[in-house]
């Protein structure tokens, strides 16, 4: 479970965004801000009821306590998808022969009627997900850019 600094030092160097993506203005004095940004009450009514506090873009939570900053990437050099895309990959990583339309069904935009148990109902709807690519087929390996 992660305390004090290493809760803080999970914000800028060990989490998921922090691992994919280097940030800008993370410096010692995030890593020795040992001290949660504030405390969530015990109950969860008071919380929801009485709740005041601001997010940044960048926190975590530990039990009742939260570290909230704000986190920017560092610039860089733009990468295209295609040029992190492996070729020649296995053709199990490729959706099976014949099984298109059952994709392009699940892109598609849809509305569907929801009802719980309790008897409420609510109305899911998504628009449209592209169903073709301008990348070549592959599969997506992260690696840094140069």
Request: net charge positive; hydrophobic share 35%.
């Amino acid at each position: 479970m992660l305390r004090g600094s290493a809760a803080s030092t999970y914000l800028g160097k060990e989490a998921f965004f922090a691992r994919a993506f280097e940030v800008r203005g993370y410096t010692a004095t995030l890593e020795s801000h040992t001290k949660p940004t504030f405390h969530l009450k015990d109950s969860i009514r008071e919380t929801s009821d009485k709740f005041t506090n601001q997010f940044e873009n960048a926190g975590v939570a530990v039990g009742n306590s939260v570290w909230t900053k704000r986190l920017e990437p560092k610039k860089g050099p733009i990468a295209r998808l295609d040029s992190v895309v492996e070729r020649g990959v296995d053709d199990q990583f490729y959706a099976p022969n014949g099984s298109i339309e059952g994709w392009r069904a699940l892109k598609a935009a849809k509305a569907v009627k929801r009802r719980a148990k309790n008897g409420f109902e609510c109305e899911y709807a998504e628009g449209p997900l592209q169903t073709t690519s301008t990348v070549p087929p592959g599969r997506f390996s992260p690696r840094k850019v140069a």
